[in-house]
């Protein structure tokens, strides 16, 4: 019982670290693309403000894609498990 708590802690913790890099991952592209868009308001932005704007939404779309790609093959993972852990238990 103890290993099956540990393995449930560990996994735990592990998602809560995954999504606090998660977060300071997206906030990078968020936080540049949005600098970027103040300045061009305030009409003191370089002219390759809005290049930087695209590459930091583009940078920020690619985050989000692998972190759904995660999330679909953790699901999926999980279903695998669940549906083995099923049929165990039909024996």
Sequence with gaps: MNFYLERIRAH????GQF???AAHELRTPVAAASAQAQALMAGV?????PQRIADS??????LVDRLLHLSRA????????KAIWCRSRAW
């Design 74 to 81: 953790d699901a999926a993972g999980r279903r695998a498990r």
């Design 19 to 21: 999504a606090v890099q």
């Design 12 to 15: 735990i913790e592990a998602e």
């Design 45 to 49: 932005a370089d002219p390759a403000a």
């Design 57 to 62: 939404l583009l940078r920020l779309g690619a």
